[in-house]
T-cell receptor, first 115, second 111 residues
Framework: DAGVIQSPRHEVTEMGQEVTLRCKPISGHDYLFWYRQTMMRGLELLIYFNNNVPIDDSGMPEDRFSAKMPNASFSTLKIQPSEPRDSAVYFC?????????????FGPGTRLTVT | AQSVTQLGSHVSVSEGALVLLRCNYSSSVPPYLFWYVQYPNQGLQLLLKYTTGATLVKGINGFEAEFKKSETSFHLTKPSAHMSDAAEYFCAVSSGNQFYFGTGTSLTVIP
């Protein structure tokens, strides 16, 4: 299994531009999570999906952030417009056991720099 | 409400010495507990987990953790530190469909 795949691995963009991060979960996993990691705030859960349906988006910082999961093998996290404070590493993770029993498998992350 | 507290954001040990990383949790229901490790420029990977059964859990790379309900703790230990253990370690707790990570502990191994 290739594991969780994220693209791009690095993204540098200018303030105001739209940024789209992509994630392919492990086949058969029915939970997908988006996290953001910064030195100041640590690891933050932004949103998670179960069977392609958003379950909890309370961690999404503001309306500039949106996430979709059109099918079981693909998810996007979009930031529009981007701001310098959005600079962080964004991780996608997937899991296949409900009720929190299953571990999460993390992708390698996308390092976003907004100038 | 659930939460995870990792005591000590930075821990330094000598190579060959005992590693002890502390984790305490609060949970209104029996939790599932996890330790993850993050090496530089990589995602998190699972070290070990406790769901049910034996309270002493063994993981990869010689790490183990013990679930102590009375102390609401799940401390991570390794008898002898290796240089390759230098990384960030995260404790996590889940219950139902809620999943919480601690703030992480950075482990430095001194040669």
């Amino acid at each position: 299994d290739a594991g969780v795949i994220q693209s791009p691995r690095h993204e540098v963009t200018e303030m105001g531009q739209e940024v789209t991060l992509r994630c392919k979960p492990i086949s058969g996993h029915d939970y997908l999570f988006w996290y953001r990691q910064t030195m100041m705030r640590g690891l933050e859960l932004l949103i998670y999906f179960n069977n392609n349906v958003p379950i909890d988006d309370s961690g999404m910082p503001e309306d500039r952030f949106s996430a979709k999961m059109p099918n079981a093998s693909f998810s996007t996290l979009k930031i529009q417009p981007s701001e310098p404070r959005d600079s962080a590493v964004y991780f996608c993770a997937s899991s296949n056991l409900a009720g929190g029993r299953g571990e999460q498998y993390f992708g390698p992350g996308t390092r976003l720099t907004v100038t | 409400a659930q939460s995870v507290t990792q005591l000590g954001s930075h821990v330094s040990v000598s190579e060959g010495a005992l590693v002890l990383l502390r984790c305490n949790y609060s949970s209104s229901v029996p939790p599932y507990l996890f330790w993850y490790v993050q090496y530089p420029n990589q995602g998190l990977q699972l070290l070990l987990k406790y769901t049910t059964g034996a309270t002493l859990v063994k993981g990869i790379n010689g790490f183990e953790a013990e679930f102590k309900k009375s102390e609401t703790s799940f401390h991570l230990t390794k008898p002898s530190a290796h240089m390759s253990d230098a990384a960030e370690y995260f404790c996590a707790v889940s219950s139902g469909n809620q999943f919480y990570f601690g703030t992480g502990t950075s482990l430095t191994v001194i040669p």
